[in-house]
């Protein structure tokens, strides 16, 4: 019991804080940015500090969203069973995993393999989170 208060506590002092840096660091950034006198002029294929915090934030929620279904993949392996399971929870994130995923694939550029390439890259966090839960939503179904 003492450990499964601690691990509770442990989550909610997590959440609290990605939560917190979710909203400062973008916040901080956009002042930073505002307070700057001069513009830089950047080329097309570098990030500047929003569009990289953008980066950050989207491999974080990759990685979060992943790491959501691993308590639920452990516990139907722990008990053999899937008992318990929300299947129409399972079922509908499937298809907003897999409609979401299909949306960014779609709405491909149709310029030259090198833009395309590019877009991919942007939008590789996206990616990975959607198509990676939908995976692990096979598995736990």
């Keep these: 019991i003492v450990g499964r208060k601690r691990l509770k506590n442990f989550c909610i002092a997590w959440i609290v804080v990605c939560a917190a840096l979710c909203v400062s660091l973008p916040c901080l950034l956009l002042l930073r940015h505002q307070d700057q006198r001069t513009v830089i002029q950047r080329s097309n294929n570098s990030l500047d500090m929003i569009e990289m915090s953008g980066f950050i934030c989207g491999y974080l929620s990759c990685v979060f969203y992943l790491g959501s279904r ?69 598995l736990v179904s």
């Excluded at 516990?75 to 949306?103: H, I, K, P």
């Design 70 to 138: 691993f308590p639920q993949l452990y516990q139907n392996f722990q008990r053999r069973s899937t008992e318990g399971t929300s299947y129409l929870l399972f079922a509908l994130a499937m298809m907003g995993n897999c409609t979401y995923g299909l949306s960014i694939v779609l709405k491909t550029p149709a310029t030259t393999e090198s833009f395309r390439a590019l877009y991919y890259l942007h939008h590789l966090p996206w990616l990975i989170g959607s198509f990676g839960v939908l995976f692990l939503d096979v």
